[in-house]
């Protein structure tokens, strides 16, 4: 199985700052990478697909870069509707896998 | 407007086996492409990818629960359903089901179901 990730496990931060999340893969998974938001109790909700690929409504202050084995997502002004858990998952091979999640919280 | 709801029991005893629907609106399921995924969380973990099935009824399971998963779908129905067997307490958590399409990923999700294993 691929192993996903992520760095910081918690990430203290403030509104307007510009955060970075970073998400490693143990093997190749080329660009099919996935974002998702998860605040509490609540599901998880897509942000960036294909590394890079916002869907339609998610803020543009969200980007995705990555290719291979290394990933980031960037917040670049936080919001207060943004602190919230981020899990990246790689859907390059069966099984698909999650990274541990990333908690962002309110300095 | 495509939705996912999970439902199924919300305790478990140990030993026994869980059954939950997944019932879905907005998309179907016998369209090519389409997929539904199902996906747990133990309460403060991680988010565990379990099991997929698509429109032509190819299935896929996580490596670690394959001999304890099974996914069906009934497309006349709207409905994808996960049995798990032989549950112990450490499968306690939410289990969603979401709608999968391989060039974006899991795009819609339900909202949950809360499982808990105890005797």
């Known amino acids: 199985d691929i192993q996903m990730t992520q760095s910081p496990s918690t990430l203290s931060a403030s509104v307007g700052d510009r955060i970075t999340i970073t998400c490693r893969a143990s093997?190749?998974?080329?660009?099919?990478l996935a974002w998702y938001q998860q605040k509490p109790g609540k599901a998880p909700k897509l942000v960036v697909s294909?590394?890079?690929n916002l869907p339609s409504g998610v803020p543009s202050r969200f980007s995705g870069s990555g290719s291979g084995t290394d990933f980031t997502l960037i917040i670049s002004s936080l919001q207060p509707d943004d602190f919230a858990t981020y899990h990246c998952?790689?859907?390059?091979?069966?099984?698909?896998?999650f990274g541990q999640g990333t908690k962002l919280e309110i300095k | 407007q495509v939705t996912l709801r999970e439902s199924g029991p919300a305790l478990v005893k140990p030993t026994q086996t869980l059954t939950l629907t997944c019932t879905f609106s907005?998309?179907?399921?016998?369209?090519?492409?389409?997929?539904v995924s199902w996906i747990r969380q133990p309460p403060g973990k991680a988010l565990e990818w379990l099991a997929r099935?698509?429109?032509?009824?190819?299935?896929y399971y996580s490596t670690s629960l394959k001999t304890r998963l099974t996914i069906s779908k009934d497309t006349s129905k709207n409905q994808v359903v996960l049995t798990m067997t032989n549950m112990d307490p450490v499968d306690t958590g939410t289990y969603f089901c979401?709608?999968?399409?391989?060039?974006?990923?899991?795009?819609?999700w339900g909202q949950g179901a809360l499982v808990t294993v105890s005797s």
């Open positions: 907005g998309f179907s399921l016998s369209r090519s492409g389409m997929c």
């Open positions: 998952q790689q859907y390059n091979n069966y099984p698909y896998t």
């Open positions: 093997h190749n998974i080329t660009t099919w």
């Open positions: 294909k590394a890079s």
């Open positions: 099935i698509d429109w032509d009824d190819d299935k």
């Open positions: 979401a709608r999968y399409i391989g060039t974006v990923g899991l795009d819609y």
